[in-house]
């Protein structure tokens, strides 16, 4: 048993290095506003459309931000969670341990 948790946890630590290495973008008001962020959700780049910068758009601005920093999350989890799916996958004597 404990053989089989430390195996998890070394095929967990090569998991989070290879999402380190994916990026995934989140996206909001047709591309004014992009967040880049690996697959351990880790925010690398954010870009914004110039014309969102102005102090009436402030607002606006805001808003966009949570909804391409959502985005991103959710892509970045789908990503994290297709990997883990593959880990499960190949040690099925783990999935009690975990629930279902």
Same mark, same amino acid.
């Given at each position: $048993?404990?053989?089989? *948790?430390?195996? #998890?946890?070394?095929?967990? &630590?090569? /998991?989070? +290095?290879? *999402? #380190?290495?994916?990026?995934?973008?989140? +996206?909001?008001? =047709?591309? %004014? @506003?992009? /967040?880049? $962020? %690996?697959?351990?959700?880790?925010?690398?780049? @954010?870009?914004?459309?110039? #014309?969102?910068?102005?102090?009436?758009?402030?607002?606006?601005?805001?808003?966009?931000?949570? *909804? #391409?920093? &959502? %985005? !991103?999350?959710?892509? !970045?989890? $789908?990503? =994290? !969670?297709?990997?883990?799916?593959?880990? $499960?996958?190949?040690?099925?004597?783990?999935?009690?341990?975990?629930?279902?």
């Amino acid at each position: $048993m404990f053989g089989k *948790l430390a195996e #998890a946890q070394k095929k967990a &630590e090569e /998991i989070k +290095q290879r *999402l #380190a290495g994916v990026t995934v973008q989140g +996206q909001a008001a =047709s591309g %004014d @506003v992009t /967040i880049t $962020m %690996d697959g351990n959700k880790k925010v690398k780049d @954010v870009i914004i459309e110039t #014309a969102l910068m102005l102090p009436e758009r402030k607002a606006d601005l805001q808003k966009y931000l949570c *909804l #391409a920093i &959502e %985005d !991103a999350m959710n892509k !970045a989890e $789908m990503v =994290s !969670a297709n990997e883990m799916k593959s880990l $499960m996958g190949m040690m099925p004597g783990l999935s009690g341990l975990f629930g279902k």
